[in-house]
Structure formats: structure tokens, C-alpha cells
């Protein structure tokens, strides 16, 4: 379950530190697991996806990055949070020269595409606002070929993303870092346990 740890640096009230991103592809699970751990260790919970997206679907990554930038560092300018979400470009230029833990949600790409396609569908027929500004349309992501599919962003970007974070674990500038990789729902709910009861032990 872990990949890396480093014990030659000062720990914080629990394994994983302070300050915490919780990363994976889509459909793994990053706002649940980022959530239940800020509630664990009493931090901020941030959501990069609540940051990016602007009614009508336009993400300020690609539109007015510098925005997003700020957006990003005023939501994280306190010494505790939890972050959820991965945009890497942005994530290591302002996040990872402070960061405590990665939680990389390495999860099967089969698990991705059936929590993906059974959420759509949920979020699609209720109507539900997703980061409070937009809808989702179910049937536009089942087009793979599209640009705007996320489910076809699912299942082209599953490998690379692996490629790039088994990079990242190896770099020596993330040195510091210490990285959790957790490759099933188990070894999620074991994680989320066992720092709630770390959290407790130590209160």
C-alpha cells in the first residue's frame, strides 16, 4: 500500500502530515477520501475541480490560468489542508514544494469506467449541480471521440497518468514527499481508518 515514506523529516501529529493531495483519475474517489480526511485531521477541505470550473463549463486552467492560480493559493495559504484533485501543472509548481503526502488513488481502470458511468447516469436523470454551477449530460460522455467526454478522458489518460506519478515518486526533487499509492477500495477504507485512528490515538 505504500510506495514511499520518508522518516528522516519532522511528522506532524500523524503519518501523513499537514498538508495533504489527494490525487487519481477520475471516478477514483479523490473529493471522498480528501474529505473524509480533512474531517479526520480538523483541516481545510479544498477542491481544485469547485476552483476550476465556471458555470457553462469553462475551466479557468485553460481559460484565465493566472486566476486559477490565485484561486488555488489563497485557498491553500494556511499551514493545514487537504486538497482534492490532481491538475499537475498548477499542483506542482504551487502545491508539492510544501506538501507533506500525495495519496495517489491508483485504482482499476474497469472500477473507474463502471463508478464513472453509474455517477453520470445518477447526476445526469436528477439533475444535480455539480460544483454548484453545472449539470451533466450522460449521454454526451458515452461519445468517446469528443473532446468534452470524460469518460473517454477516463480511459486515454489511465496510463499516462500512472507513468507520470511512478515518475514523480522517483524524482528527487519530491524527496520530501511522502507517497501513499492505494490500489483498491480496501486499501482505501483501510487508509481513511487507520489515520482516523492515529488522529484519535493522538487527541
Known sequence: MIQRTHADGIEPRVAVGERIQVMGNSGSGKSTLAARLAEA?????????????????????Q????????????????????????????????????????????????????RFLRRSWRRSRSG???????????????LIWRDDSLLGWIITQHRRKRRNMAARVSDPRWAHIRFVRLKSPREVEAFAASVSRKVRAAD
Do not use: Q
Open 63 to 114: 481559460t484565465d490560468p493566472d486566476r486559477f492560480e490565485r484561486r488555488i493559493r489563497e485557498a491553500t495559504r494556511g499551514e493545514r489542508w487537504v486538497v482534492a484533485g490532481s491538475y499537475e501543472r498548477f499542483s506542482r509548481r504551487i502545491l508539492w514544494p510544501r506538501l507533506d503526502s500525495v495519496v495517489w488513488l491508483d485504482l482499476p481502470l474497469p472500477l473507474l469506467v463502471w
Open 41 to 61: 485531521l480538523d483541516a481545510p477541505f479544498v477542491e481544485l475541480d469547485a476552483l476550476n470550473w465556471l458555470p457553462g463549463w469553462i475551466g479557468l486552467n
Open 128 to 142: 444535480e449541480l455539480v460544483w454548484g454551477t453545472n449539470r451533466e449530460w450522460f449521454w454526451r460522455h458515452l
